[in-house]
Antibody
C-alpha cells in the first residue's frame, strides 16, 4: 500500500519562500510523475506542476516563474518551492502520484495516490 | 493550454437520485480525462480515469462516458457519502488542468 506523507512550514510572511516536501512509502518511485496541486479557500483545485524521477518537470505557466519542483530519488522524496509568496498563495497544498505509463487500452491514468494536504497561511 | 469547462457549478439532489456532471475540453484529449471526488478536509479521491474506467474498489454507481470533447460523470442512486465536490481533470498534456468543480448538495 503506497502512502505519501507531506510536511513543511505552514505559516509564511509575504515575500517569503514556500517549501514543502513529500515522502513516498511503498511502491516504485521511478514509474510516476510526482505532482503538486493546491486549493485556495473557496476555490477549486489548481495543478501546480510535476516531476519525474529523472528530474524532468512540467509546470503551470501561471506559476512557473516562481516555482521549483525537485526530486531526491535516493530518499523517495520530492519537494515544492515557491518564491515571493503573497496572500493569493494561501491554500491547502497536496502532493500526488500520476503514473508515467498507460493502461491496457493505451490511455493515461489519473492522480491515484494523494498526500493528506498541508495548509499554508500567508500573513504579515 | 487545454481548458476544461465543467457544469453545473452546483446542484441539489436527494439520496437515491441520479445526477450528471459534464466537462467539455477546449480541444481533443482522446479519453484522457479523470474524475475526482473531494470532501472538505480530505484529499481528493480518484473515481474514474481514461474517461470511463472505474478506479479500483469504487462502487459501480459511478460511471463515466465521452462523446467527442464532452465528458460525463453519472452517479446513479446517490448515497449520503456522495455529497461532495467533483472535479474533472485532463491528463492529455501538461499543464494537466482541472475543471472548476461541481458541488453536489443535499436538496
Amino acid at each position: 500500500q503506497v502512502q505519501i506523507q507531506q510536511w513543511g512550514a505552514g505559516l509564511l510572511k509575504p515575500s517569503e519562500t514556500l517549501s514543502l516536501t513529500c515522502g513516498v512509502h511503498g511502491g516504485t518511485f521511478s514509474a510516476y510523475y510526482w505532482s503538486w496541486i493546491r486549493q485556495a479557500p473557496g476555490e477549486g483545485l489548481e495543478w501546480i506542476g510535476e516531476i519525474l524521477h529523472s528530474g524532468r518537470t512540467n509546470y503551470n505557466p501561471s506559476l512557473k516563474s516562481r516555482t521549483t519542483i525537485s526530486v531526491d530519488e535516493s530518499k523517495n522524496q520530492f519537494s515544492l518551492k515557491m518564491t515571493s509568496v503573497t496572500a493569493a498563495d494561501a491554500a491547502v497544498y497536496y502532493c500526488a502520484r500520476y503514473p508515467n505509463y498507460l493502461d491496457s487500452s493505451g490511455h493515461p491514468f489519473g492522480l491515484d495516490v494523494w498526500g493528506r494536504g498541508t495548509t499554508v497561511v500567508v500573513s504579515s | 493550454d487545454i481548458q476544461m469547462t465543467q457544469s453545473p457549478s452546483s446542484l441539489s439532489a436527494s439520496v437515491g437520485d441520479t445526477v450528471t456532471i459534464t466537462c467539455r475540453s477546449s480541444q481533443n484529449i482522446d479519453r484522457a480525462l479523470s474524475w475526482y471526488q473531494h470532501h472538505p478536509g480530505y484529499a481528493p479521491r480518484l473515481l474514474i480515469y481514461a474517461a470511463s474506467t472505474l478506479d479500483r474498489g469504487l462502487p459501480s454507481r459511478f460511471s463515466g462516458s465521452v462523446s467527442g470533447t464532452v465528458f460525463t460523470l453519472t452517479i446513479s442512486g446517490l448515497l449520503p457519502e456522495d455529497f461532495a465536490t467533483y472535479y474533472c481533470q485532463q491528463t492529455y498534456s501538461a499543464p494537466r488542468t482541472f475543471g472548476h468543480g461541481t458541488r453536489v448538495e443535499v436538496k
